[in-house]
């Protein structure tokens, strides 16, 4: 194996789910500019939209999460590549 590919600045940092506020710490080279406080030490806190504890796949409930309307961003985004609708033909 080749040596020195591997990072060495693994730290403990801290993962939040924002959409339920479980917060898990584990070893990670994340960069992050936001700290959060948990059981009186301070980690780098990192911000998931999903994680082990929301997914759908792991919890059994299904659930659809818009989060910051990206549904409708999407729509708007490509909204100007729509074909036109058909006009019915005229009747000859």
Known sequence: MR???HPENYRLVAFKD???????ITKSTAESKE???VDGEEYPLIK??????SHPFYTGKTKLIDTAGRIDKFKNKYK???KPAKKEEEAE
């Open 18 to 24: 924002m959409s339920n506020d479980d917060v898990f």
């Open 35 to 37: 700290t959060i406080t």
């Open 80 to 82: 100007k590549f729509e």
């Open 3 to 5: 040596k020195d590919i």
């Open 48 to 53: 998931l939209e999903i994680s082990r504890t």
